[in-house]
C-alpha cells in the first residue's frame, strides 16, 4: 500500500548567516557543532538542537522504510519563513530554500514530493515566487497560520490565495508565531496549547473570512488535524447561529458545511480523536501526517491508524488517496 507522508520538514545541510548578509534580524543559520547534529541559531541565541535527519536525504528514506512509507511531502520549517523580514530579504531566503527542495525532488522523484515557502508580507513578491516555483515542478505551499499577527482572510494576502488556485497549487498552512506565546513559556504550553489553537484561528479566518467561496478550487489542508477546529465545531458553529452580527459578518455560510472541503493531516496522536475527525471530514480528506523528524510530530508514521482495524478502503484514502487529491497529484508518478 502506498503510503505518503503529507506534512514533514527540512532544511538544506549548509545555509548562509543570513542577519550577517542582510545586516540585521535574528535570522535562523545552522551551527554544525558535532557529528550528526546541528545548532538551529536565531541570530546569536540557541534555537533547537536537530539531528541530521532534517537535511540528509538518503538517511530519510531509510528511517521511512522502516515504516513503509516510501513518499515524503517535505517543506521548511516555519520558523524559516521570516514573515518580520524585509520583504525582498525574505524573497531571497525563500528562493534559496526553494531551490533546495526543488533539486532535492529532481534527484528523488519517488521518494519526495516538494512545498515551497513565499514572502506572504509582500503579495507581488509572493506571486512571482509561486509562478516561478510552479514551474519548476513545485506543487504547493506551506504557509503560517498567521501573517505578524494579521489573519488569513486578510485582503492583502488574498491574490496570493488566487494565485495559488491559478496555479493549481496545493497549501499547507502550518501553526507558528503562537498567540499568547510570550505568556504562557512554562510547560512548552505554546507548542501544547498555542499551536492547535493557532490552527483553529487560520481555520475561522478563511471560513468566516469568505476564502472558501471566493476560491471554491483552493487545496487547503490544515496541519495537526486541524488544530483544535474539528474539537470545537459545535462551538464554533453555535456562535455563528447565535451571534451572526458578529460572526457572519463576511461569509453567511454555515462553517459546518465547510467540512470535507479542506483537508487536514492526520496527527491526533489518539485513535478516539481520530475516529471524530473521519465522522467529521471522511477519509477522503485526511492526509498522512507526521511532522517528522521532531519529537512532537508522529514519528511511527501512523502506526496507530494501522492498529485501529480501519477498511483497507479507508486506509488507503489516508496513506495516500487523499494526499494525492491535495496535491493535484496521481499514483502512477510513484508506483512503477
Known sequence: MLKIDSHTHILPKKMPNWSEKFGYGDFIYLQHHKKGFAKMMRGNQFFREIKENCWNADLRIEEYSHFKTQVQVVCTIPVMFSYWAKPVDCQELSRF??????ELVEQYPKNYVGLGTVPMQDAELAIQELERIKK?????IQVGSNINDENLNEERFFPIFEACERLGLAVLVHPWNMMGQKNMQRYWLPWLVGMPAETARAVCSMIFGGIFERLP????NFAHAGGSFLATIGRIEHGFECRPDLVAIDNPVNPRQYLGKFWVDSITHDPLMLELVL????SRRITLGSDYPFPLGDLTIGKFIEDMKLSRQVQEDIFSNAALEWLGLSKKEFVS
Do not use: Y
Open 279 to 282: 465522522k467529521l471530514q471522511g
Open 97 to 102: 530554500l526553494n531551490d533546495h527542495i526543488i
Open 217 to 220: 478550487k483552493l487545496r487547503v
Open 136 to 140: 519548476a515542478g513545485m506543487v504547493g
